[in-house]
């Protein structure tokens, strides 16, 4: 398939460590292709991938200097096939009778029309967002990508509300991830902070659950959690509690959350414990080997979520 890292010709990696999450097996990542890495630190070429042509320096003036050398290039062709791979390949998921933790983010990607600035945790809610919060705006997904770290959703939404105070804030968390750093409630209450913090509760370690499934056998060792009362928790911190079960009250409960300004709201949805987080790489494997393609998931019944094609015409006028 053309599509794919391992048969592409030209790989141009500007500014990239080239994390294991992105290369999968290194020695098969983009296998075929002449690879160009810009970096301004040394250190970072060649370092997991070989790279043909290593440029390193800033960016800003690397560009600037190939831009003198370079004809422009016509390049429509190109973006209507990466446009005909989204529509080719959406992501995916399955029905199932108890809330989805994918349904919950694209709700709150509508109500707040993109334009949210949204903090997480680690873990499958931090991917979920990645693929189901749709950005309208540059600059807005506070995330630990590198070092990962659990707790890290709550009080980065609190540093992102006082940085921004007009800005709409959200933290969407783990119930793992935001135990961690739970009792920063009492700072975001004291402050009047009117953060929505929305918990996907799947009463798990979710992503190593998914892991202990696939790769395990199924042995859950240390990855279910006990039941907690995050309503009872949030309004012992003087914030505003919603709990949702059904899938008919999300988009209220959000609504209610978007309208509360004098304080945090937690909502807790109570999200399907077994749900899993696709397409995936498994451990030491390559692209090619990917796990949860939307072929597969399509033939298990999954529906297609078609992204769309431009940011919201309101929240671009928002952005003025
Ligand atoms: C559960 C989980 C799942 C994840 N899944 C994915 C995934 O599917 N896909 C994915 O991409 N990531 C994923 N990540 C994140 C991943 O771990 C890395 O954090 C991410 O890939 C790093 O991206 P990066 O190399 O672009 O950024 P960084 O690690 O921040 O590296 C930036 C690079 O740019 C260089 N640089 C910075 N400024 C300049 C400049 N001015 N000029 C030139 N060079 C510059 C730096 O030297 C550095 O080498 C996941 C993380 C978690 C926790
Ligand atoms: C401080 C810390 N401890 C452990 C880990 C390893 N880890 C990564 S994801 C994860 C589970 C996260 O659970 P939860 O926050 O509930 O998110 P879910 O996967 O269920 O969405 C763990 C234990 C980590 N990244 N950070
Ligand atoms: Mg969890």
Excluded at 183 to 212: C, D, F, S, Y
């Amino acid at each position: 398939m053309p599509e794919r890292p391992a048969s592409q010709d030209l790989l141009i990696g500007i500014g990239a460590r080239f994390d294991d999450r992105v290369t999968g097996k290194p020695d098969e990542f983009a296998k075929r292709a002449k690879k160009i890495h810009i970096d301004v630190d040394p250190s970072s070429i060649n370092k997991t991938v070989v790279v043909d042509y290593p440029i390193v320096g800033d960016v800003k003036r690397v560009l600037q200097e190939l831009n003198r050398l370079v004809k422009p290039l016509d390049t429509r062709e190109w973006l209507a096939t990466i446009e005909e791979m989204r529509r080719k390949y959406p992501l995916t998921y399955r029905e199932k009778k108890k809330l989805l933790p994918q349904f919950v983010i694209q709700q709150i990607s509508e109500v707040t029309k993109g334009t949210a600035v949204v903090a997480t945790g680690v873990g499958q809610h931090q991917m979920w967002v990645a693929q189901f919060y749709q950005f309208n705006t540059p600059r807005s997904i506070i995330t630990s990508g590198g070092l990962g770290t659990m707790g890290f959703g709550l009080p980065a939404a609190i540093g992102a509300q006082f940085g921004r105070p007009d800005a709409v804030v959200w933290d969407i968390d783990g119930d793992g991830s935001f135990q961690m750093t739970a009792q920063e409630l009492a700072t975001a209450a004291r402050h009047h902070l009117p953060i929505k913090v929305a918990i996907m509760n799947n009463q798990h370690h979710g992503m190593v659950r998914q892991w202990q499934d696939l790769f395990y056998e199924g042995r859950h060792a240390q990855s279910r959690l006990n039941p907690v009362d995050f309503v009872k928790l949030a309004e012992a911190y003087g914030c505003a509690g919603i709990r949702v079960e059904q899938k008919a009250d999300v988009r209220r409960a959000i609504e209610r959350a978007m309208s509360v300004h004098d304080r945090p709201t937690v909502l807790e949805f109570m999200v399907e414990e077994a749900e899993n987080c696709w397409p995936m790489i498994a451990p030491g494997k390559s692209h090619d080997q990917m796990l949860g393609t939307y072929e597969a998931l399509k033939q298990e019944g999954g529906i297609p979520q078609h992204r769309h094609a431009e940011p919201d015409e309101e929240a671009k006028l928002s952005l003025g």
